[in-house]
């Protein structure tokens, strides 16, 4: 374009023409990133129509820090005295650990990891929401950032920690979920990077989320990706189903993410008594079911009111008699410091 055409002519070094050849080795030309004189880019916002873009040096571009990658999530909050507590970040250090060496990442180690955590809430203590009123959430991310043009690992990579105050997940807040069993979409297969907390592994719920969600509901259950009929995980969060004193949960076997939030529950549920079984799901199972909810350190412990499968629709208990309410509230008893942590969940800083 004219504009495109000027803005070189502004901008190419002196001595050279535009017809001529970059002095280099042309000879020895591999597929290593060679950085030329431009990029273009152009930005689209929610109104999904990309603006006029533009011809800039090749260079470094500013990014938003809450840009994914592979991330983690955990959470701080105010205990009524006003100490600020969180969450088993030890448990995020790891999978984080384990999520890098899976995608060929250096990693920190659990205490730089928790070191910055720590400096980052307490940086932002102003934004801890009053006791009862939410939770800090803190979103630890680990991004290649340095320049590549093939297939290896970056280079370069980054690791940043940002916050942000959270209410409730859902819209329905605390009130039941209703969800949508998934028949056509699957977000993780065998071999695949499902049990990893990247990008990767929540970019392809975004197509039928949104289907499900334009048609009212609350968030999708996937189905495994080979037999299309055991029971995987939420969009956002692990899956548990209830039977009596029994409690049923898919186990993490690589497709599944290994829920910080997930394991809490289960050991919870063990201490009261609770028969907690990891094993597969079919999801004919859940038409018999009399609890389901949900896990996740943005959802915490959600209650699930209802299961769309194939078009027909499955009800289950809620309220505050249930085993879900039970664990619910134990939970973040612990978290907020409401209850005692006898198991050494939560750090004060
Ligand atoms: C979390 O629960 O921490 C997550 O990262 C889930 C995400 C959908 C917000």
Redesign the pocket.
């Known amino acids: 374009s004219q504009a495109a055409s000027s803005l070189l002519q502004v901008c190419e070094p002196s001595g050279y023409s535009d017809d001529e050849c970059a002095a280099m080795d042309w000879d020895n030309l591999g597929f290593g990133l060679i950085p030329t004189d431009y990029m273009y880019s152009m930005k689209c916002y929610d109104d999904q129509i990309f603006e006029q873009g533009q011809l800039s040096r090749y260079g470094k571009i500013e990014l938003s820090p809450s840009a994914g990658g592979l991330?983690?999530?955990?959470k701080a909050y105010r205990k009524e005295n006003g100490q600020l507590v969180l969450f088993h970040p030890d448990q995020n250090a790891i999978r984080m650990q384990i999520g890098a060496k899976r995608m060929c990442m250096p990693y920190p180690s659990t205490d730089q990891f928790i070191d910055a955590v720590k400096q980052t809430t307490l940086a932002n203590k102003r934004w801890v929401p009053p006791p009862g009123k939410g939770s800090l959430?803190i979103r630890p991310l680990l991004m290649g950032s340095g320049p590549i043009l093939g297939l290896a690992p970056a280079p370069e990579c980054t690791f940043l920690v940002f916050a942000s105050p959270v209410g409730n997940?859902f819209k329905e807040g605390l009130a039941p979920l209703n969800l949508y069993v998934e028949s056509e979409f699957h977000r993780a297969t065998h071999g695949g990077a499902g049990g990893v907390?990247t990008i990767s592994n929540?970019a392809p719920v975004l197509k039928a989320l949104s289907r499900a969600k334009s048609r009212g509901f609350s968030d999708v259950l996937y189905l495994d990706a080979v037999n299309k009929k055991y029971v995987e995980e939420v969009?956002?969060?692990n899956i548990f189903v209830v039977n009596g004193n029994v409690i049923s949960t898919p186990p993490t076997n690589g497709t599944i993410l290994a829920?910080v939030?997930r394991e809490s529950i289960i050991e919870i549920a063990c201490d009261y008594g609770y028969q907690v079984e990891e094993r597969r799901i079919p999801v004919d199972e859940l038409l018999d079911a009399e609890e389901v909810f949900c896990t996740?350190?943005?959802?915490v412990v959600a209650p699930v009111g209802s299961i769309t499968y194939q078009d027909r629709r499955i009800e289950f208990k809620t309220g505050a008699q249930s085993v879900c309410s039970e664990l619910y509230s134990t939970l973040v008893g612990i978290q907020t410091g409401l209850i005692k942590d006898k198991k050494g969940w939560t750090i004060e800083i």
Do not use: R
């Open positions: 991330f983690e999530g955990l959430y997940y907390k929540y969009s956002s969060c829920g939030t996740g350190t943005a959802v």
